[in-house]
């Protein structure tokens, strides 16, 4: 648990009721978040997501109203994208959380320096939920499955005798796989 060491934002944060027994209230944060987001932050389609999209550091500085980075690493992983993220279970209108990288230019003592940040928005429109929520999940799991191929491929060439037992691991993996799909689809 990251130390609060601001005065000033543990004031804040017990203001907003999300300060609690010496610690940030995660709950209650969430809801704070998801409310915040839900307000002012919401893309009705892919052309206003540059509009409405806010990193976490804008996001949380708008709810406390002022930055604090101690608190703003801390909170990142209430502002998770996955189905059990502390925000994503916090909405309440049939939106999904969404996230992107945003790259931004910005001038430091007269030089362009380019920076990619992470960002937040929310939204029901299937061409945004496909782009954001459905696709990047497609390429993680596109991905594990090519690592753990090459892991197995990496495994039979230092070691030949375990060819059997890797063919066997990605049978049971592929078994494993097929089954919780079938059942979260059912």
């Not at 969404?98 to 429109?125: N, P, Y």
Request: aromatic share 4%; proline share 2%; glycine share 8%.
């Amino acid at each position: 648990m990251a130390l609060i060491v601001s005065s000033e934002t543990r004031a804040a944060l017990q203001a907003l009721g999300a300060w609690t027994d010496d610690r940030v209230d995660n709950g209650a944060f969430a809801k704070l978040l998801a409310q915040r987001l839900e307000a002012q932050h919401v893309a009705g389609n892919l052309d206003d997501i540059a509009a409405v999209e806010v990193t976490i550091g804008q996001l949380v500085s708008g709810l406390i109203g002022h930055s604090d980075e101690t608190l703003i690493d801390y909170v990142k992983p209430l502002l998770g994208t996955g189905a059990r993220g502390r925000v994503q279970t916090a909405l309440s209108n049939g939106y999904l959380l969404c996230g992107k990288r945003a790259r931004l230019t910005i001038d430091i003592e007269g030089e362009h320096k380019a920076m990619t940040v992470s960002t937040r928005f929310l939204s029901g429109d299937h061409d945004v939920l496909d782009r954001y929520v459905l696709e990047p999940r497609q390429r993680r799991a596109d991905s594990l499955v090519n690592s753990t191929i090459a892991l197995k491929e990496l495994v039979v060439a230092r070691q030949p005798d375990m060819a059997p037992r890797c063919e066997s691991f990605l049978e049971q993996l592929t078994i494993t796989w097929s089954k919780q799909l079938q059942a979260g689809a059912a």
